[in-house]
């Protein structure tokens, strides 16, 4: 089975410019997260998409946004780029069953530099 | 609200000797928990989980955690530290039957082993 692949890995920005980040889950999986991790800090949850839809948001503001794709894959698109955007970006993909869902399993991360 | 606290941030030991990092947690019902750890450019890897089954679960690498209700604790440990085991840990709790979905996570653990 494939793992989650993440693209790029590395990427610099323009503060102002914007920034799409792709995610492929793993193979059966249906769930989606997004995670920003700040250097030396803990991941925090910016956002999850289920069937194509947004199933849960953390404290981002709305120039974070995302997209899920039939086949799982998900994009996250940010606007209007801040200094402090300045993070590695890690996916996660889960199965989500009936009776709850299985553990999250990582990308390597995109690693956004905004100057 | 959910939270994690992850007591010290940096922990030395030589190599051979007890690995002990601490995870406290704050939940309003009974949590699900993981261990994570993450090497330098990677993204997360998986190392345990405890979902409501036994209280000490075993995981990758030889390393294991107690949940401990009474003291709201998820400590994780390792009888011999190997130089391997170099890395960021983090602690991260989520609501029950939601598996790893929206992860909390601590602010992680950076664990240093001396030859």
């Known amino acids: 089975e494939t793992g989650v692949t993440q693209s790029p890995t590395h990427l610099i920005k323009t503060r102002g410019q914007q920034v799409t980040l792709r995610c492929s889950s793993q193979s059966g999986h249906n769930t989606v997260s997004w995670y920003q991790q700040a250097l030396g800090q803990g991941p925090q949850f910016i956002f999850q998409?289920?069937?194509?839809?947004?199933?849960g948001r953390g404290n981002f503001p709305p120039r974070f946004s995302g997209l899920q794709f039939p086949n799982y894959s998900s994009e996250l698109n940010v606007n209007a780029l801040e200094l402090d955007d300045s993070a590695l970006y890690l996916c996660?993909?889960?199965?989500?069953?009936?009776?709850?869902?299985?553990?999250?399993?990582f990308g390597q991360g995109t690693r956004l530099t905004v100057v | 609200a959910q939270s994690v606290t992850q007591l010290g941030s940096h922990v030395s030991v030589s190599e051979g000797a007890l690995v002990l990092l601490r995870c406290n947690y704050s939940?309003?019902?009974?949590?699900?928990l993981f261990w994570y750890v993450q090497y330098p450019n990677q993204g997360l890897q998986l190392l345990l989980k405890?979902?409501?089954?036994?209280?000490l679960v075993k995981g990758i690498n030889g390393f294991e955690a107690e949940f401990k209700k009474s003291e709201t604790s998820f400590h994780l440990t390792k009888p011999s530290a190997h130089m391997s085991d170099a890395a960021e840990y983090f602690c991260?709790?989520?609501?029950?039957?939601?598996?790893?979905?929206?992860?909390?996570f601590g602010q992680g653990t950076r664990l240093t082993i001396n030859p």
């Open positions: 405890y979902t409501s089954a036994a209280t």
């Open positions: 991260a709790v989520s609501p029950p039957f939601q598996g790893a979905q929206k992860l909390v």
């Open positions: 939940s309003s019902v009974p949590p699900y």
């Open positions: 996660a993909s889960s199965l989500r069953l009936v009776q709850g869902s299985t553990e999250a399993f």
């Open positions: 998409y289920y069937r194509e839809e947004e199933n």
